[in-house]
């Protein structure tokens, strides 16, 4: 094998390892909108559908859960781009590490919230050359699981659920783990950390609250809003002391 | 599914997508404008500062456990600290999801063996 040859396939690897993780948070709920969505009336097939054209998991049990309870169309289809409006600012953080393929916009089908948490620490610190074929590795894997978890749930979720309970409130818990691992080296001044810790801490609350899907936004912003009081107070003792 | 439904699953999917691809063409304009297209230079600091505490955001939600109570906290807890614990002997992405897991797990069965 050449070096070039060497040097794509352990990027094509690196990226399905980075990607393992995801398995354990994606599958438990791809199974579980697969059974929810078959009972609610939609066929195996429709279901399979839904999660490979959609791909986007909070939006999606809106979009079965409202379809199924009558609600007009155009207010389904406001809702689930209002949810999955956090997406806007997934591309332009990642756009710099991106080359001019014109590849990389029909990719962007695959930016899950937890593939851009993994392509935002990983892309960075990889070649130029190597961050294609790893972003596709990483984005194929956690694509496939929320397709097949999907499929799984539509066929056989009533029987998996009831016979292995306890697989499904154990494996999620490897998103949290992940999303830790990617913010841990993030920790690097006390604006940075003041800033996380309001974020995590508003996000936990809000969520407690029952607010879940306005919860990623607002904390998010609340994030900012205190990044910049802190830098604003910074350079106020800075100018005094300077 | 009708017609209907299928045009709407279809426009739904058309529309998430646009979300994803479309802001970032804008930045790619955005950086060849700038002819600094390999650098984090050219990115309004509040897009910077955004992208990090979104992740932080989507940790604080999945925090919380799908059944909330005193076993599910104190294992989230548990499997939080091991996984920090891991990841500052290892620096991998693997390793401490997988201690954190297995922990989580662990305090889960063994809680409810107490119990």
Same mark, same amino acid.
């Given at each position: 094998m050449s070096s070039v040859e060497a040097a794509k396939s352990s990027a094509w690897q690196q990226g399905a390892r980075d990607a393992l993780p995801l398995l354990g948070g994606y599958i438990p709920v791809a199974i579980s909108f697969g059974l929810i969505a078959v009972q609610s009336g939609f066929s195996a097939l429709e279901t399979v559908l839904i999660s490979t054209l959609i791909y986007a998991g909070a939006s999606q049990f809106l979009f079965i859960a409202m379809?199924?309870?009558?609600? @007009?169309? *155009?207010?389904?289809?406001?809702?689930? &781009? &209002?949810?999955?409006?956090?997406? &806007?600012?997934?591309?332009?953080?990642?756009? @710099?590490?991106?080359?001019?393929?014109? *590849?990389? @916009?029909? &990719?962007?089908?695959?930016?899950?919230?937890?593939?851009?948490?993994?392509?935002h620490t990983r892309l960075p610190q990889l070649a130029e050359k190597d961050r294609m074929s790893w972003y596709i590795s990483a984005a194929l894997i956690a694509w496939g699981s929320w397709i097949v978890g999907t499929a799984v749930g539509a066929i056989a979720g009533a029987e998996i659920t009831s016979r292995w309970p306890l697989l499904g409130e154990v494996m999620p818990f490897a998103l949290p783990a992940l999303f830790l691992v990617l913010l841990a080296p993030r920790f690097t001044s006390v604006q940075w950390t003041l800033t996380m810790l309001i974020t995590i801490v508003a996000a936990l609350v809000l969520k407690l609250m029952g607010m879940t899907n306005s919860a990623i936004p607002l904390a998010a912003l609340c994030g900012v809003s205190l990044f910049y009081l802190v830098q604003a107070k910074l350079k106020a003792e800075g100018k005094a002391h300077g | 599914m009708d017609k209907s439904l299928w045009l709407l699953m279809l426009a739904c999917a058309l529309g998430t997508f646009l979300l994803r691809a479309l802001p970032l063409l804008w930045m790619r304009r955005h950086l060849v404008r700038r002819s600094i297209s390999n650098s984090t230079e050219a990115m309004p600091l509040w897009l910077t500062v955004l992208a990090p505490t979104m992740i932080a955001a989507m940790f604080g939600v999945s925090l919380v456990p799908a059944h909330p109570g005193l076993s599910s906290w104190l294992a989230t807890l548990l499997g939080g600290l091991c996984t920090i614990l891991v990841w500052r002997r290892t620096r991998s992405l693997g390793w401490p999801v997988c201690a954190g897991v297995t922990v989580y797990g662990l305090v889960v069965v063994l809680l409810r063996l107490l119990a």
């Open positions: 379809v199924a309870s009558g609600a @007009p169309l *155009w207010l389904v289809l406001v809702m689930t &781009l &209002l949810i999955n409006a956090r997406h &806007l600012v997934y591309g332009p953080n990642i756009a @710099p590490y991106l080359s001019n393929s014109r *590849w990389w @916009p029909l &990719l962007m089908h695959g930016l899950t919230d937890q593939i851009f948490a993994l392509a | -």
